[in-house]
C-alpha cells in the first residue's frame, strides 16, 4: 500500500486526501506549517510519495525536505518558475524523483495540446491577434495563472510573431495580452482567444471544481513511485 504525504492541507490539500483514501493509499502526514512539520516529520520520514499543494512561500523549502529525504514528489503549487532552473538541480543532485505542473487537469492538459495545434496553424494566418483570459477565486495569491503562462508560451514556441506575454494591454504586437480576474469562488477558467476584423475563434476549458487537479495529482504520485526523474505534468499526463 502507498504510504502518502499531503504537504499543504487547504482546499486543495483535502480534495487530494479524498482522493488518497478512495484510491487505497494510506496517508501518513498532513502538513501544512512549521509546527506541523515538527510534530510529523517521522511519520513523513515514512512515505512513498508526497504530493506538494502549499503556497509560493512555502513550496521551496517543501520541496527541499522532500529531496533531502529522498521522498518522490508531485508538486503543484505555482509561482516559482523564476527559480525552476534551481529546485530542478537541487534535485538531480540528490537523485530524486520530481512530477511539477501548473495544472493537474488531464482535460486542462488536452486543452494546451490543442492550443500547440492551433498556433502552429495561425503561423499562415496573419489576421488573427491572440490574447489569454483567466478568471480564478478571490483567494489565489498569482497572477496570471500558472496555466496561462504555459499558455502562453506553448503559443510563444509555435506562433512566430510572438515573442512574450504581458499582463498589462499594450500596443506590442509581438506580445501576447494575458488579463486575469479574481473573484468569488471560481475554481478555474482559461480562454484563449483569436480574433480578427470579421471573426473570433475561443478556446476554452472550465475547471468546475478542484477535484479533478486532485485526481491527476493522485493519479502521478502513483505513477511516480515507479518511474524515476523529473518530468513536467504535461509531458506524462497521457501515460498515467
Known sequence: MIKVSILGYGKMGKEIEKVVIREGMTIVARIDNEEDWTSQQDAFLTSDVAIEFSTPSTVLKNLSRCFKANIPVVCGTTGWTNVEA?????????????????N??????????????MAQLMNK???YDVMIEETHHAAKKDAPSGTAISIANIIINQLDR??????EDDSDAA???????????????????????DDCIILCHKAFNRAIFAQGAV????????NKGIY???????QI
Not at 104 to 117: L, P, Q, R, T
Not at 162 to 167: G, Q, V, Y
Not at 180 to 191: K, L, S
Open 175 to 197: 506580445d501576447i495580452n494575458i488579463v486575469a480576474h479574481r473573484f468569488g469562488e471560481e475554481t478555474g477558467t482559461h480562454a484563449v482567444k483569436y480574433s480578427s476584423d
Open 104 to 117: 493537474f487537469s488531464i482535460g486542462a492538459n488536452m486543452f494546451m495540446k490543442i492550443n500547440e495545434v
Open 219 to 226: 493519479r502521478a504520485a502513483r505513477w511516480l513511485c515507479k
Open 86 to 102: 534551481d529546485v530542478l538541480k537541487q534535485c538531480r543532485e540528490t537523485s530524486n524523483a520530481l512530477v511539477y505542473g501548473s
Open 125 to 127: 494566418q496573419e489576421q
Open 162 to 167: 510572438k515573442k512574450d506575454w504581458t499582463l
Open 232 to 238: 513536467p505534468f504535461h509531458e506524462i499526463f497521457l
